[in-house]
């Protein structure tokens, strides 16, 4: 009797339950509908209070002051919306130009002239409203002209002064330091606390997420009413992640325990085939997408789905000023073999890969010869954590040996790099999956025969290995990269020269101009769209 009691207790009490999450899921179906609805309405009540009038793009970058590829694309996308206006005129006026200096009405040249820039002028202010820029970033440290002047200086871009910075407080809830498990969702949820953040200081009507927030597109979308674009350097989560997971290969971002523990590895494959199909949905809410290599745009079509709003927009690299310095010969550069490494000092730069590969390299080059090389690492630091790693690479070189062979520098202005580039033979990156590699382009364009990692955007957009059309090499392992660049250092003159000359002469698509064209066409209906 007492059995039958508790199990009819149960029961109740499950059936209650069951009742409560019911109700629950069903107030959730209606009050979230109706609450996102006020949030819009509230959020359009505010557009409209703005001070500023036109267009307003928002570009949502937290770390702008970093100074790496990524921040490069956010400088020159920035550069291009700036100067379209005067780019359109100035085209048609160069157009009218060459006609009136072939035609013989040479005398009312001028006075048309005038004319034609004033009728474009006025089509351009009616095709393009007024454009306010606005920069969501977390630099607090930096201001405005401090980040400005230092990305003309480390860029070599020029920019107007009319950007307004919106200072975000809530940085460190994007920080893989704030968890140390379960990252990817604890930074994608931290990245909606910061979205909120940005939202609520500046409501945009074009936002431009260009760091990989995918997780704030659904808020800027569906309750700020923006239209949401998207440049993707590399997908938070993609198949090779998932692979090497169920491989249970040890990675940086795969730990040793759970690569060990089978257990703990259908774990993580649970985790994230849950979290591949929420990225999927939030990064299809972007209207226009971005994507910086052809290994990039493969994994965000497979994940997001979304191929025909996908754009394939090469990111902006130096190869203008770079190809037109002249290439000095190996008597012209001294009597020191130098190998440049340009990467920011983070972990997936694999800077200790390169170390041990010039350990491999001391073995197989000969003692006289290996006095010569020298492998100069420059990056930018972003934080206390990237200086600790780089005080780590000092401390390998030297448990390898290698700090006589071995120097390191760190944010150093364009023009130290330039000249580090003229003076080097031989460029080195060691990132697995490179997403697609500027600083590869920019050292093959300073006339370097590049080393790269056989994966990624390297191998797929960039560097040709067959015979006959070669303009770099691609290895994996220590030894492939020590061997490789032994390879190198014994090429005779000719054949350096050779690499060089294809290695030039394949980067030009990748040049500054050719971003800001295919970057403008891409956000080109946003505009349309605010004019209709």
């Not at 969702?185 to 009507?205: M, V």
Request: net charge neutral.
């Amino acid at each position: 009797m007492i059995l039958y009691s508790l199990m009819i207790l149960v029961i109740i009490s499950i059936n209650m339950l069951l009742i409560i999450a019911a109700c629950k899921i069903i107030c959730g179906l209606i009050f979230l509908p109706l609450l996102l609805i006020k949030w819009r309405k509230m959020y359009s009540r505010k557009r409209k209070a703005r001070q500023e009038k036109g267009t307003v793009v928002g570009i949502f970058h937290p770390y702008c002051d970093a100074g790496g590829g990524g921040e490069r694309v956010l400088w020159y996308a920035v550069h291009a919306i700036q100067n379209k206006y005067v780019s359109i005129a100035s085209d048609v006026v160069k157009r009218y130009m060459t006609i009136f200096s072939k035609s013989n009405v040479r005398f009312v040249s001028l006075p048309l002239l005038f004319i034609v820039f004033l009728i474009v002028t006025i089509c351009v202010d009616f095709r393009y409203p007024d454009v306010h820029i606005a920069i969501y970033t977390g630099d607090l440290y930096a201001g405005p002209e401090e980040i400005l002047s230092r990305t003309e200086k480390v860029f070599n871009v020029k920019l107007q002064r009319n950007i307004e910075f919106i200072y975000l407080h809530r940085r460190k809830w994007v920080e893989a330091s704030m968890y140390p498990y379960f990252t990817l969702l604890g930074q994608s949820l931290g990245s909606i606390w910061l979205g909120i953040e940005a939202l609520n200081s500046l409501l945009p009507d074009i936002y431009i997420d260009t760091m990989g927030y995918a997780f704030t597109y659904p808020l800027f979308k569906y309750i700020g009413g923006c239209r949401v674009g998207s440049y993707t350097h590399y997908p938070t989560i993609s198949h090779d992640m998932l692979k090497y997971v169920y491989r249970r290969v040890t990675t940086y971002n795969n730990r040793r325990i759970i690569a060990r523990n089978p257990f703990f590895t259908m774990g993580k494959l649970l985790y994230y085939n849950l979290f591949a199909f929420l990225y999927g949905w939030v990064g299809s809410c972007a209207e226009t997408v971005m994507v910086n290599s052809s290994w990039t745009e493969d994994h965000i079509n497979s994940i997001w789905k979304c191929p025909l709003k996908t754009h394939l927009v090469y990111p902006p690299c130096s190869v203008e000023h770079l190809t037109e310095l002249p290439l000095l010969s190996d008597e012209e550069k001294g009597d020191c073999i130098r190998i440049v490494a340009v990467a920011q000092f983070r972990p997936e730069k694999n800077h200790p890969l390169m170390l041990r590969a010039m350990f491999e390299l001391r073995s197989i080059v000969h003692e006289e010869i290996w006095e010569k090389v020298k492998l100069i690492c420059i990056g930018s630091c972003r934080d206390a954590e990237d200086e600790a790693r780089v005080k780590d690479m000092e401390d390998l070189a030297k448990h390898l040996a290698l700090e006589d062979n071995v120097e390191f520098k760190l944010n150093i202005p364009y023009a130290e790099l330039v000249s580090e580039l003229r003076r080097a033979t031989i460029g080195l990156h060691t990132m697995w999956n490179e997403h697609f590699g500027i600083s590869i382009v920019e050292c093959m364009a300073a006339g370097l025969i590049m080393v790269a990692h056989a994966s990624g955007g390297p191998s797929t957009d960039i560097i040709e290995t067959h015979t006959g059309s070669t303009n770099g090499f691609l290895a994996e392992t220590e030894e492939e990269y020590g061997r490789t660049l032994g390879y190198i250092i014994y090429m005779n003159q000719n054949d350096r020269d050779a690499i060089r000359v294809a290695a030039r002469s394949s980067v030009s698509r990748f040049s500054c101009e050719n971003f800001e064209e295919e970057f403008l066409r891409a956000i080109e209906p946003f505009f349309r769209l605010k004019q209709d």
